[in-house]
Structure formats: structure tokens, C-alpha cells
């Protein structure tokens, strides 16, 4: 095995019988996790919150990255055959780095949905609520500046500090988490904006935060657009290519969870926000 950055020499044998691996910083990659149980009922999952060390939207690229080296690591050791990287601010950061480290290995990312977006959006002026460390990265840059150059549609970033923190901290419908949606949605709507994007994995969490918010400020027919369920459907396409999707079995499939924070924690806020339960383990990582 090659240095942490390096490429890995060591091969990865992809059974389909394997779990899929998904990471976040903390509990927003279940609003992906939800698409993919949705989608692939068969296959066993591990979920790896790495709350201990959430928000990751404020922290350094460097962090990020080793963050996101450890965590693969560690879901490697637990045999995983496909990794999603559930959570924009890592992706932005670190997947092409994965990518390089392990060739063998199915990877998904998610990125804010500008090109849904932008085949949505009516008044051509579209939001994109995402961390400041996902609409300051290069990967970002590139990908509004395609967008914008093929369609001419206007994106207004808007960094919003503050709020995968609340989520994290089950702030799901709280006074304080409509004070900051209302704050980061208000300057969009104003501009006209008439789509915003998703574009951190704990959003989807407070989609009716901001529905109810648009509404109030006169626009209840505001397109949100969140990528989860096209990111499950890419992971599907990939295993079939793969040849390693799991067939019917008759045994039903699992979910077990890991986290860097207080399991007891995150075991509750997971059955708050996919109505099910999981083993949640603790590891420091
Ligand atoms: N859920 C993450 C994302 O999609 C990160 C939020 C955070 O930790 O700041 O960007």
C-alpha cells in the first residue's frame, strides 16, 4: 500500500455481496442514503457520520481531505464494493484525490445541481445555497462557469455559515433555523431567483423550512432543486457497469452506522429524519 495521498497498489476485490459505503460530515448524506435505500433496497449499507468533526464548510481543503482519506480508509477495511461521497463540501474537495488513490473503486460524489437548474428555471436567475468551502472551490468554479457560459442563466452563490450546524444539532424546525433560512433565502428572492439549489446534502432536511418561507415572501411556486435522487440513480448505473448490484437475496438487507460524535446522538437523529432505526457505532477515526 502506497502513502496516504498516493495511489493504492494493493487490489480491491469488488464482491457484489459487499456493503456500499456513503460518508458526510455529519447526519446531512442521509437525505442521499434515503434515495439509495429507495432505490436499491437489496444492498447493504454503511453510513459513516463524521459529526465529531462537522461542519467541514468552514474548515480547511487540507482537513477535508484527510478527513475524507481516513474515512474511505476505514470503509475500505469493512469491504465496501462502491463509495458515495454523500456530502458536496468533500466532493469539491477531495474526490478527484480519491479517485486517483483508489482506481478500482466505484466512486460517486454530489455537486450542487446547476444544470437541473438551469433547464428549470423560467426567469433565467437561480440561487445556490451551498457551504463556503463548496462555492470557493475550483471544482465549483468550473462547473458555474460552464453552466453559465451554455445558458446564459444567472447563478447568485449564497454561503450559508450556520446551517448544517443547526441541522446537525436537530434545529429541524426551530425558531433559530427559520431566522437563518429566512436570512440566506430573502437577498435570492429579491434578485428573483425562482429556482435555488441544494447545494449541501443537510438542506433537504429544512426543504419545508424554505417552502413555507418562499411562500410567506410571495413565492410559493420556487423550484428546489436537491440531487439526491439523481446521485442514487448514478450509484445504480455504476454497479451495473460494474456487474457487482446485488440480487434478490432472502435474507433482508442491513444498515449499520458509524460516527466520529455521540452515537446515542446520531442514532436518534436518525430515526428522526429516515423513520427508521440502525446500529451506530462509535470511532474516532
Ligand atoms: N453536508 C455537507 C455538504 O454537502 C457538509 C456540510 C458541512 O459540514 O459544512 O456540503
Same mark, same amino acid.
Given at each position: 500500500m502506497s502513502s496516504r495521498y498516493g495511489r493504492n497498489e494493493s487490489l480491491i476485490m469488488l464482491s457484489a455481496s459487499g456493503p456500499i459505503g456513503v460518508f458526510d460530515s @455529519?447526519? @446531512?448524506g442521509l437525505s442521499v442514503l434515503r434515495h439509495i435505500r429507495a432505490q436499491l433496497p437489496d444492498e447493504d449499507l454503511i453510513y459513516f457520520a463524521d459529526s465529531g468533526h462537522a461542519?467541514? @464548510? &468552514?474548515? &480547511?481543503e487540507a482537513f477535508v481531505i484527510d478527513r475524507s482519506f481516513r474515512i474511505a480508509d476505514f470503509l475500505l477495511s469493512q469491504k465496501i464494493k462502491a463509495l458515495v461521497v454523500a456530502c458536496n463540501t468533500a466532493t469539491a474537495m477531495a474526490i478527484h484525490l480519491l479517485r486517483d488513490k483508489y482506481p478500482d473503486l466505484p466512486i460517486v460524489g454530489v455537486e450542487p445541481g446547476l444544470k437541473p437548474a438551469a433547464a428549470k428555471t423560467i426567469t433565467g436567475i437561480v440561487g445556490v445555497m451551498a457551504t463556503e468551502r463548496t462555492l470557493s472551490s475550483n471544482k465549483f468554479h468550473v462547473l458555474h462557469q460552464t453552466l453559465n457560459d451554455r445558458t446564459g442563466v444567472h447563478f447568485i452563490m449564497q454561503p450559508c455559515p450556520g446551517m448544517a450546524d443547526l441541522i446537525e444539532h436537530a434545529e429541524l424546525d426551530s425558531e433559530p433555523i427559520h431566522a437563518l433560512v429566512r436570512r440566506y433565502l430573502t437577498p435570492l428572492l429579491e434578485q428573483k431567483a425562482d429556482t435555488v439549489v441544494l447545494g449541501c446534502t443537510h438542506y433537504p432536511f429544512v426543504r419545508h423550512v424554505i417552502e413555507k418561507i418562499a411562500a410567506e415572501s410571495g413565492c410559493p411556486d420556487l423550484r428546489i432543486i436537491d440531487t439526491g435522487y439523481a446521485v442514487a440513480r448514478q450509484l445504480t448505473h455504476l454497479l451495473d457497469i460494474y456487474a457487482i448490484r446485488r440480487g434478490k437475496t432472502d435474507c433482508a438487507s442491513a444498515m449499520q452506522a458509524y460516527t466520529s460524535g455521540d452515537p446515542k446522538t446520531i442514532g436518534h437523529l436518525i430515526a428522526r429524519l429516515l423513520q427508521t432505526t440502525m446500529p451506530v457505532a462509535y470511532i474516532s477515526l
Open positions: @455529519g447526519v @446531512g461542519p467541514y @464548510g &468552514s474548515k &480547511s
